[in-house]
């Protein structure tokens, strides 16, 4: 039996996340609302004499996108012999285009037995994009004022659009590096998918952030709009690296970004929430920014953990 180390991007519009959802009384059951149940389907493909079990490096949720993630799996032949690496990738890639699911296999490649994506990795970079107005409407309670703004339809439920004015990205630098670093992350937590109280001790909810960088994005739009895009956004980019992450923290601490960025808070309010680590210290002023604007950008690992002995 080989294992082998899938990378693959997706567009996660329409899918309820990357991880399957297992009942176990009903142990048929294939998800097919999420990325790794559609994967699981797919490899059967190659019709293995072992039961296909994924285990997947990163979980994202409903709306999220990847444009680099990770599973491994182990298969095994009837002849006992391995599959050909870029077999596995050119046939995955036409069983999920056949089947027209927004998945695509980046690479494949055979990996020690011990290797495991999740524990494997040495950190992931999500990116979270935005575009700003640059002439922002200013009120923003008249009824339609975002329906009526331009949107691209090659960016609709892949970008932020921000349609409010100000907005300092200076300010919003400064105070991003203030999440650099080891800290209690529970304030930027959200709590619906682990409810044990013990997931709100600090041994659960203490992260490292590597680095955050904000920097000018650029729009996905083609022909006439990409001119018009130009015209009206100003795109950014704002890149969260780091080990691991807690439920919907970068979402939070975009959120935050952006609420400080716009002038609905300040700086002592972010402060607050670092410095004094609680579910009820969250600011009810804040937004999570919207799932669609994530991605997962990379998961990174030693290139030394991914390599066989006799290759």
């Not at 293995?48 to 680099?68: C, F, K, M, Y």
């Not at 690479?107 to 950190?123: E, K, M, Q, W």
């Amino acid at each position: 039996m080989f294992r082998y180390l899938l990378e693959f991007s997706y567009i996660g519009t329409g899918f309820r996340g990357i991880q399957k959802t297992i009942i176990k009384s009903d142990p048929s059951f294939v998800d097919l609302k999420s990325v790794q149940g559609c994967l699981d389907v797919a490899l059967q493909v190659f019709r293995p004499v072992n039961e296909i079990q994924t285990v997947i490096s990163s979980r994202t949720d409903a709306g999220v996108h990847a444009l680099h993630s990770t599973l491994h799996v182990d298969l095994q032949r009837a002849d006992v012999s391995p599959y050909v690496e870029e077999t596995i990738t050119g046939v995955l890639n036409r069983t999920l285009y056949k089947q027209g699911l927004p998945i695509r296999l980046i690479n494949t490649r055979i990996v020690p037995d011990t290797f495991h994506c999740r524990y494997s990795a040495l950190g992931r970079t999500y990116l979270y994009r935005i575009a700003v107005a640059k002439n922002g409407i200013k009120d923003l309670d008249t009824q339609n004022k975002h329906f009526e703004s331009f949107i691209p339809v090659e960016e609709l439920d892949r970008c932020h659009f921000l349609h409010k004015a100000p907005f300092d990205v200076e300010r919003m630098r400064q105070a991003s590096r203030m999440f650099v670093g080891r800290h209690d992350f529970r304030t930027f937590k959200s709590q619906d998918r682990q409810k044990s109280a013990s997931r709100d001790h600090p041994m659960f909810t203490v992260r490292r952030i590597d680095e955050i960088n904000i920097k000018p994005g650029r729009s996905a739009c083609t022909g006439v709009n990409a001119k018009l895009a130009e015209e009206l956004y100003d795109y950014w980019d704002i890149e969260v690296k780091g080990k691991s992450f807690l439920y919907k923290q970068v979402r939070r601490i975009v959120g935050s970004l952006i609420a400080l960025a716009t002038d609905r808070i300040n700086e002592k309010c972010i402060y607050e929430m670092l410095t004094i680590p609680s579910k009820h210290n969250w600011d009810p002023r804040l937004q999570i920014a919207p799932a669609y604007g994530l991605y997962l950008a990379r998961v990174h690992y030693n290139e030394e953990d991914l390599r066989v002995n006799n290759k």
